[in-house]
């Protein structure tokens, strides 16, 4: 079962809700939040593509595919400069290597390092 986020921009009061990340009843879709760069909004992307898993809870990130990504102008926010490491320690929404920060995202609208992520709910 996947989660269903929203996340808030504490600086500008930018929102989005229904953001998909995991898996869920249909084989072959992984889903992650991800910066659409054109139109400067957060999406749902599936990474599925991105990572190898080389071991049961052993993934590795395919570093290529990302830029390919990239240059399609969509960026997961696992990806380093997508977020900022807080002075607190949160626990993250999901972990490494496909590491989502609760705090302290990057805003597709104002640019600053103040949006936050939230679960709402599951999807299967």
Known sequence: MGQILECKCDN????????????????GFFYFPALDIRNKTVIQIDIIDLVEAVERSNLIIMSARVKELKGDGKIPYFVKGMFKKGLIKDIPISSSPLTLQRKNNYCPKCGKYKLSFAEIGLFD
Do not use: E, Q
């Open 12 to 27: 500008c009061n930018y929102s989005k809700k229904d953001i998909y990340l995991g898996y869920g009843m249909t084989p």
